[in-house]
């Protein structure tokens, strides 16, 4: 399984990142390219204590959800709601300048995959080792690149 934990899925991350233009077309979702990075930005800084997001309400037990979401061989589904927090529109950080932006995510994403120390509690998955984590970051990105095509 992939993991932001892997240097080499790490570098496959950067590389994918690196694909995305601002105006990249999405293929699901209302997001733009730019708002999508600013997004992923503000899910990074959540785990490491820099934005607070509400607990939102699952439909089956907390750790059953987290497994099945982190350990289940298919991508994840589109049309999941975000927290206000994260949304764009509502509580998400504005997108400033496109490359900054995405810089600026990179450096997250290396802070984020190189801490030890304690993360904050997930919104939805509830509390999460380190491994849990890491494989969580690998698989948001993942799923908002494949929402751009990259």
Known sequence: MKTLAQDLDKQEVFKRLAALRADQNRRWGKMSCHQMIVHLSDAFLCPLGEKK???????MPRGMYRWIALNMP????????????MEQGVGGTRPVEFSRDREKLVELIERFSTARGDFAEHPIFGEMTLKDWMRWGYLHCDHHFRQFGV
């Open 74 to 85: 298919v991508p994840w589904p589109r049309g999941v709601a975000t927290r206000p927090e």
């Open 53 to 59: 997001a509400s607990r939102g309400g699952v439909v």
